[in-house]
């Protein structure tokens, strides 16, 4: 992370790391300040440096059990709760051609928008889980 200094006072490049989510800017400043602990924005910095992308699956093929007594953030509606792929393939044909896809890069942005992360923070209070 030797290049977050010029990171932070680069409101073009916050911008489009942003892209990935109108609140990576904020949390990937928590990390850096010390007032958070959690490798996934860290990971989430590093893909976009490297002009990185992820492959999402449209049916989850793993569950998130970082909730609970034991997890580090349990106080939060959790959002990750997918229906898990029962099904058998372990074999997939990728395209050999590697690009965003407009559709669910759309679908992402909606998924981690202010509007949405207000919902789940009502759904918190609401002692929903």
């Not at 989430?44 to 449209?58: D, E, F, K, Q, S």
């Not at 953030?73 to 959002?79: A, D, E, G, L």
């Not at 050999?96 to 207000?118: C, D, F, G, M, N």
């Amino acid at each position: 992370m030797v290049d977050y200094p010029e990171f932070r006072q680069d409101k073009y490049q916050q911008k489009a790391f942003n892209q990935g989510g109108s609140d990576l800017v904020k949390m990937l400043e928590d990390q850096m300040e010390g007032r958070s602990d959690a490798w996934d924005i860290r990971f989430c910095y590093n893909r976009y440096r490297a002009n990185g992308l992820t492959v999402y699956p449209t049916i989850s093929k793993v569950q998130n059990i970082g909730f609970g007594h034991e997890a580090t953030h349990t106080n939060i509606y959790n959002r990750y709760k997918t229906t898990l792929d029962q099904g058998s393939q372990r074999q997939f044909k990728l395209s050999p051609q590697v690009e965003a896809t407009p559709y669910y890069h759309q679908k992402t942005l909606q998924r981690y928008s202010v509007v949405t992360r207000i919902y789940n923070k009502l759904k918190t209070y609401a002692g929903m889980r």
